[in-house]
């Protein structure tokens, strides 16, 4: 049975491109990325469309600021519902989400955040967690609830930073378990082997 599912970013979309890798590898379940929307027009993950033949889409957010407007908000609603996802995927979206937006795909939408929560919610996790010396950070994926990063966990990978880390060495590491971590939930959630919210 399909499984369509999008994906919203904001940047260069490394995290999009582990879950369309996956795809391509047969490794992502019976999950089919269905499209790629983002509220930047220059972001890297709009390019992903291009190179693995899903369309990528822009909204403008028509505000600067961590949240989209009214306007934009029922715009991304309209066209993520146009593509009758099961799974909506936040892969560095980065703007906070209202509650009309996520009432609309209530059971539906995950994210995934660098750092192993609920330590470090909010921006910057893994700068947040090297600057205050913790020896194990990480990342998780969790069900997106109106409070932020604060919804019910689904799974957790865990990087030890060693003493000799750089900030971005650390990034480099939390990164590799985000690009494992991600694909391996939505493969579950395919399947029916992660309970649903």
């Known amino acids: 049975m399909a499984y369509p599912i999008v994906i919203l970013g904001s940047g260069r979309g490394s995290n999009a491109q582990a879950l369309l890798k996956a795809e391509a590898n047969k490794q992502l379940g019976a999950a089919k990325i269905a499209a790629i929307i983002s509220d930047h027009d220059d972001a890297g993950i709009l390019a992903l469309g291009q190179k693995y033949q899903v369309p990528a889409i822009y909204i403008d957010p028509k505000r600067k600021g961590a949240r989209l407007s009214d306007e934009a908000e029922q715009a991304f609603i309209e ?4 593509f009758s996802p099961k799974l909506i995927v936040l892969a560095g979206f980065m703007r906070i989400i209202n509650h009309p937006f996520i009432e609309a795909f ?16 909010g921006m910057n996790g893994i700068a947040q967690a090297f600057d ?24 957790q990978k865990e990087v030890r930073i060693e003493e000799k880390d750089t900030l971005e060495q650390l990034e480099k590491k939390v990164h590799i378990v ?4 991600l694909p391996d939930v939505v493969a579950r959630l395919s399947k ?5 919210l």
């Open 178 to 181: 985000e690009h494992q971590l």
């Open 79 to 82: 066209r993520i519902a146009s």
């Open 192 to 196: 029916g082997k992660i309970k649903p």
């Open 132 to 155: 205050h010396g913790v020896k194990l950070t990480g990342c998780t994926v969790h069900w997106v609830t109106p409070a932020l990063d604060a919804g019910p966990i689904i799974d």
């Open 106 to 121: 209530e059971g539906r939408m995950i994210n995934l955040h660098p750092s192993l929560l609920p330590s470090f919610p």
